[in-house]
């Protein structure tokens, strides 16, 4: 069962073209791969609009939502389409390197051009290179997230929550 890995971060994830044709879905299954270069991996399922897009233009960007998005963050996971982007409050704007949009009220966004696809199951894995990157300062400091920013972990289906500021490290 999947859920054993639970709770996952949420992101966002933006394909098509601003303008033209643009969706947003919620995905947890985010990883890095590589760090030199910055190589992440995402999965998502065929019959996915996003996924069309992704094969048609061969990139698209994920965006770290925060506590503040919630509710768009709900919208775009559990509703399909692009007519859903109209019932939210995500702005979307052009990107430096990719002609997806970013979301400029998102904590991060790294701009991704895919450099593979790997069917697996009912999933294809989408390795990509991010080629930028944008985020708010006041949610990295010194190189880390600052955890009282409101990032976001899915739980269950309709469940999230954030981190605490607390931090751990071993003896």
């Not at 698209?60 to 768009?72: Q, Y």
């Amino acid at each position: 069962m999947h859920r054993l890995l639970y709770p996952l971060r949420t992101y966002l994830l933006v394909s098509g073209r601003l303008g033209e044709e643009v969706n947003v879905m919620a995905v947890d299954w985010v990883t890095i791969v590589s760090i030199k270069p910055f190589i992440i991996t995402t999965a998502i399922a065929p019959t996915r609009y996003t996924y069309g897009l992704i094969k048609k233009y061969g990139e698209f960007v994920i965006a770290v939502p925060s506590l503040d998005l919630i509710r768009d963050v709900w919208i775009v996971g559990s509703e399909h389409g692009p007519e859903k982007l109209k019932k939210t409050q995500l702005k979307l704007k052009p990107a430096n390197k990719v002609k997806t949009p970013i979301i400029e009220n998102a904590l991060a966004n790294l701009e991704c051009k895919v450099i593979g696809e790997h069917p697996y199951g009912d999933h294809s894995l989408f390795v990509s290179e991010v080629v930028a990157y944008h985020y708010k300062e006041e949610a990295f400091k010194e190189n880390e997230p600052v955890l009282t920013a409101g990032f976001l972990a899915h739980v269950a289906w309709n469940k999230f929550t954030t981190f605490r500021s607390e931090i751990y490290t071993p003896e």
